[in-house]
């Protein structure tokens, strides 16, 4: 089980760098563009992150269940987005992000045990 729960969060932290950038980089990236141009970018964007996220999901479906790989689904999610928001998108990092992280390690544990 650990081997593929690696695995599958090895190509949850790939498809979630595609995900990050379609739903936010536009911000930063595509601000002064007509919103239909940052949807599209973005939509293209998100095609490459479900190539990678729907066999990352029918992997990790073979050792772990549904809850779980939603637990390591929302953990990649903002272990992704934490850095992306303080280096490209310029947000501050507060102690509160510590405190949620702390959550979502006792929602992994729930999860696995």
């Given at each position: 089980m650990l081997k593929v729960a690696l695995i599958t969060a090895g190509l949850?932290?790939?498809?979630?760098?595609?995900m990050t950038f379609a739903w936010y980089g536009h911000l930063k990236?595509?601000?002064n563009?007509?919103?239909i141009i940052a949807a599209i970018v973005s939509?293209?964007?998100?095609?490459m992150?479900?190539?990678?996220?729907?066999?990352?999901?029918?992997?990790?479906?073979?050792?772990?269940?549904?809850?779980?790989?939603?637990?390591i689904q929302e953990v990649v999610a903002l272990t992704v987005?934490?850095?992306?928001?303080?280096?490209?998108?310029?947000q501050p990092l507060k102690l509160d992000y510590l405190w949620s992280a702390l959550c979502l390690i006792g929602a992994v544990y729930?999860?696995?045990r």
């Open positions: 949850l932290v790939c498809s979630n760098l595609f990236f595509l601000s563009k007509p919103w939509w293209g964007i998100a095609l992150e479900y190539m990678i996220q729907v066999p990352a999901n029918r992997y990790g479906y073979t050792a772990l269940n549904v809850v779980q790989l939603k637990v987005f934490a850095p992306f928001a303080v280096f490209m998108m310029n729930f999860a696995f």
